[in-house]
């Protein structure tokens, strides 16, 4: 299968690699539709790295991605082959102690995709994923505006954590996130 691999600063290649494949219960294949680019896949590419982590080259970028179910896991939470998804970048490992109290997007071992040496991202044609990071789409909502449900959900956050409506908060900035902020 072909994947972007992000070969040094500002180099990329399209290159095969192996297939991947299902291998845990709760696991699903999915063939990745549209795949966002984020400002930290911007920072990788142009400097090698983020927040001071370091690639390892090749790496594989991208974690704002939509996609369509080609294979499940028998535990793979009622996801069924066809279905469109969006993928929840953070994946848990289900057993630290955050994990244990419901709080798994503070896991203490969680792996991200695309982040320097986490997991690798979401730059090629087929993704395994754990099934909870995953989640059905609707008919009306096209796989590009789902991908932007990533970006969208920590503009939504901020936005939350600033007691609005009512307060009042300063947005320093116009990307991505400081509009979905605003």
């Not at 400002?39 to 090749?58: C, K, L, M, N, W």
């Not at 896991?107 to 695309?114: P, T, V």
Request: net charge neutral.
């Amino acid at each position: 299968m072909k994947a972007v691999h992000l070969t040094g600063v500002r180099k990329m290649a399209i290159v095969e690699i192996d297939e991947p494949s299902v291998r845990r219960d709760d696991e699903v294949l999915l063939r990745v539709d549209v795949v966002g680019i984020c400002g930290s896949d911007v920072h990788t590419y142009t400097e090698g790295g983020i927040g001071g982590s370091a690639v390892t080259y090749p790496w594989i970028l991208g974690h704002e991605c939509a996609g369509t179910v080609l294979q499940t896991g028998p535990t793979a939470g009622g996801l069924k082959v066809g279905q469109r998804v969006v993928v929840d970048p953070l994946i848990p490992c289900n057993h630290c102690d955050q994990c244990r109290i419901g709080r798994k997007h503070t896991c203490r071992n969680q792996k991200f995709l695309a982040s320097p040496n986490q997991a690798p991202g979401a730059l090629v044609e087929r993704l395994v994923m754990p099934a909870e990071c995953c989640y059905p789409i609707g008919d009306t909502v096209t796989s590009v505006q789902a991908a932007l449900a990533e970006p969208l959900s920590i503009g939504l956050h901020a936005r939350n954590l600033s007691g609005l409506p009512g307060g009042t908060a300063a947005v320093l900035g116009s990307g991505p996130i400081g509009l979905c902020v605003l």
